[in-house]
């Protein structure tokens, strides 16, 4: 198993939080990005950068992803690609997605996506608080163990 991450997007902290657990578990994370992104010196730990345009990086993702991998995304439509490869996804706030609820999820966002269109301002998501960092950490863990 490896885990995956929409890096551009990812805030530190949830980057901070995968670090430490790839060299506590071994199991290799890949930061995947258009741009350059700092990591730590581990052989646990990786990056790819990617050429710039819209869903690059979400591409390299899907193509590279096996049964089982875990992708790190707040990106509905990628979540959704993973899941139906065989693959887990983990958004940064601890919410995983499944096949259970991908399909509302993914219903939800073209929603808000036609009122924003429409010119209704919906508001982003808050900021990213220690609870979520938390509850996050605690997803992490809890799919590390039940999948090693």
């Known amino acids: 198993m490896k885990i995956w991450v929409d890096a551009d997007a990812c805030p530190v902290v949830i980057k901070e939080i995968l670090f430490k657990a790839a060299v506590r578990t071994s199991i290799e994370v890949t930061l995947v990005a258009n741009q350059t992104i700092n990591t730590p010196s581990s052989p646990y730990i990786k990056s790819l950068r990617v050429a ?14 096996a049964v089982g991998d875990l992708v790190i995304t707040a990106d ?10 065989g693959g887990h996804a983990l958004n ?5 997605y499944s096949a259970n609820n991908i399909k509302a999820r993914l219903t939800m966002r073209d929603f808000m996506d036609t009122m924003r269109s429409s010119g209704i301002h919906t508001g982003g998501p808050p900021a990213l608080n220690k609870s979520d960092r938390q509850v996050f950490a605690n997803q992490l863990d809890k799919f590390l163990m039940k999948n090693k």
């Open 76 to 85: 509905i439509p990628l979540a959704a690609e993973i899941i139906e490869k």
């Open 92 to 96: 940064p706030r601890g919410e995983m």
């Open 52 to 65: 710039s345009g819209f869903d690059v990086a979400d591409n390299e993702i899907v193509k590279r992803c």
